[in-house]
């Protein structure tokens, strides 16, 4: 069986169009807000060529997130109503995380974003096969995290007290939102099938069968897998996780 | 003599080169500055629909200046260093007009970035056709402010004791948005000169010749003209202006 062929659109029931949507709703509704954290980053930007920078990336961010409404309407989908489950998923995240710093400030973008962006991709492995190129192409092309790893490697390397700090903050953010997954996970039943079905495919495909696959989609395996990735993301900034 | 043959690139001297690359690196520092009120008035927004609106006219916002600083590459100049002369040119300005409402934020965008657009739009008259186009297509196409006049309009409609508040703001408001175009006046000689070369280009196309043209361009010339730029743009809202 092809790639193309593994699952056509055209063979989804209406129940995995319905879960795609609600993926492809998280997805645009995390883009946007991270798209405003990102702009009120810049905005405050040491310097004018940050704040240029930082901008582009939101604005490239916003254009990317519309290509998966787009995915919505072709799936049947409202791309106006999409996100409305969605509506305030972080502002409980983001009342206990209120960055004191500009630094910290971008290291909870780093860290949050990465977390619920690693979190969509896992989610986006039971979507069919356009939808989930959608999803990897709008959350791994460019992002803000690629680009400003450096930028914050370089100034935790030359500032003990900074990166000891950032090593703090930066457990501190992946355990809020861990819990803003969990609530997710509890409340949305659809993304947990699509986590659990993205588990069975990557299983299928395995070449000892499906026999030794990953464990099952249980919150504590998506907990630990993306924990998993949040200490490599860590550790690309030198600090301990 | 053919409108592209007018005051080809490739004619300008270097003086009108660096003119140009400063316009252009205004016009860039402009609509930077718009992104970020734009995506932070999105980021507040009373519903999500109106968020992801403002948040997509920001991004869009951001990619037209794109072109601007492709065009500041092509004259010569130094896409990452012409807005630096720019940097803070606002913070006077924001500093004596915060919001207090979300309506007076939306305002805000449309009177003072309306102004900055129509004095840009009158300075990139004195530019070369290609910069003067990049110009034009980046401070008229499908800007926040043809797109929300409708919905401040509708709000004052249907609310007397808000457009009265509006109204008022407004006034406020383009009487310190002209303050920052009297300081960029004084203190940017080569925006005082491009205003001038428009002036004379306008006069220069007039049935009647160069004599029966626009009075010179100082400074009560360029306020009156934006001024009733301003009641226009009000006009469209319902407000006095």
Redesign the interface.
């Known amino acids: 069986m092809s790639d193309t062929e593994h699952v056509s659109p055209t063979t989804l029931s209406t129940v995995d169009h319905a879960d795609a949507v609600e993926l492809l709703g998280l997805v645009a509704y995390t883009e946007?807000a991270s798209?405003?954290r990102l702009?009120?980053d810049?905005?405050h930007a040491p310097t004018?060529?940050q704040?240029?920078a930082l901008?582009?990336l939101?604005?490239a961010m916003?254009?990317r997130q519309?290509r998966v409404l787009v995915r919505v309407d072709e799936l049947g989908g409202d791309s106006?109503d999409c996100?409305?489950a969605f509506?305030g998923l972080f502002d409980d995240f983001d009342a206990r995380t209120r960055p004191s710093t500009w630094w910290e400030g971008i290291l909870k973008g780093y860290v949050g974003q990465g977390v619920a962006d690693d979190f969509c991709l896992l989610a986006a492995q039971g979507l069919d096969e356009r939808s989930r190129a959608v999803v990897v192409d709008a959350l791994t092309q460019d992002t803000p995290a690629q680009r400003y790893a450096p930028v914050i490697a370089d100034a935790a390397a030359a500032d003990p007290v900074l990166a000891s700090r950032l090593a703090l903050w930066g457990r501190r953010l992946v355990g809020e939102a861990l819990g803003v997954v969990g609530v997710v996970l509890s409340r949305r039943p659809a993304l947990a099938r699509l986590v659990a079905a993205g588990v069975d495919a990557v299983a299928a495909d395995a070449p000892d069968g499906p026999g030794n696959g990953p464990a099952p989609a249980t919150q504590s395996w998506v907990f630990s897998r993306l924990t998993a990735e949040h200490s490599r993301r860590m550790d690309r900034l030198g600090l301990a996780a």
């Open positions: 946007l798209f405003g702009a009120g810049a905005a004018l060529r704040r240029q901008s582009r939101a604005a916003l254009d519309e106006a996100m409305t509506d």
